[in-house]
């Protein structure tokens, strides 16, 4: 079963990547299912329902968040009603949304999307090793496929959830620092893993913001409201093909393409 997992898409320069490479993406890679990391869509600051729905149009069977979650407010409007949406799973028992979620194919495969927030450099929610470990008690006794997307700053603290997992899910993708890091390879016990993804949206900005008040942020150290770009885009994603019998990774390929440059080999 192969598996297409796309980054952190940021603003519209995100959307409109997704739109124009998933058409390509689909013929060349034919994925059983694909998921992306939706948190930053509307304008760099959280989802609406609007986004999430052309999402889904477009062949999206799942989305997983982050710290942004909650940053637009329409998200309380449908999380609770959104059975494809997973927003940290580690946050307190009572917040709205599901931190994870069990996606059907039109072929009727099914695979489980988990999403976890790190705590280094990040707000301080529950443990993600201890709330991962009590979610795999529920589902690996019924679902063979589960795909990991750990929302962390910290590398450490995203490799050593890789190391933790090994063996136990079909993949660990990291997300949140929107760079690509090439430490994509399959573990020891059989679990993909990439430490992070990489975004989807403007090239020429700073983690896809207008890099203008980056900059003067960084000079002056004064408040700057940031604002996502909308220049030429790039797109980040990782392909992970898993074994059916076992419901381990076989391999996983990063994806990285530009506006200027979108062809395929």
């Known amino acids: 079963m192969r598996i297409l997992f796309i980054g952190d898409i940021v603003g519209g320069s995100g959307r409109r990547a997704v739109k124009a490479m998933l058409p390509e993406l689909k013929k060349k890679y034919d994925p059983a ?3 992306v990391n939706g948190e930053n ?4 600051r959280g989802i609406t329902a609007q986004i999430a729905k052309e999402l889904y149009e477009q062949g999206v069977h ?3 968040m982050g710290n942004h979650t909650w940053d637009n407010k ?3 409007n449908f999380i609770d009603e959104d059975d494809r949406m997973v927003r940290p799973a580690n946050y307190p ?3 709205p949304g599901n ?3 069990v996606l059907k194919n039109r072929d009727g495969k099914e695979l489980v999307i988990v999403n976890v927030m790190g705590r280094s450099f990040l707000p301080p929610l529950d443990c993600p090793f201890q709330t991962i470990d009590s979610i795999l008690d529920k589902l690996k006794k019924k679902h063979k496929y589960v795909f990991v997307d750990f929302h962390a700053e910290a590398t450490s603290e995203k490799i050593a959830m890789g190391w933790h997992l090994d063996g136990k899910v079909s993949a660990v993708v990291g997300t949140h ?6 430490d994509e390879r399959v573990l020891p016990q059989g679990t993909a893993y990439v430490t992070d993804v990489g975004m989807t949206g403007a090239r020429d900005g700073v983690l896809g913001m207008e890099r203008e008040a980056v900059l003067h942020k ?3 150290q004064l408040p700057v409201r940031f604002t996502a770009d909308e220049g030429k885009w790039q797109f980040h994603a990782v392909v992970v093909d898993v074994d059916n019998d076992t419901g381990l990774a076989k391999r996983i390929e990063l994806i990285r393409r530009f506006e200027t440059e979108a062809v395929f080999e």
């Open 74 to 76: 329409d998200i309380f």
């Open 33 to 35: 299912f694909i998921v």
């Open 41 to 44: 869509s509307a304008g760099g």
């Open 177 to 182: 620092t929107h760079v690509q890091t090439h």
């Open 218 to 220: 960084f000079r002056t």
């Open 99 to 101: 931190g994870y979620a």
């Open 62 to 64: 799942g989305i997983t």
């Open 93 to 95: 028992p009572g917040t």
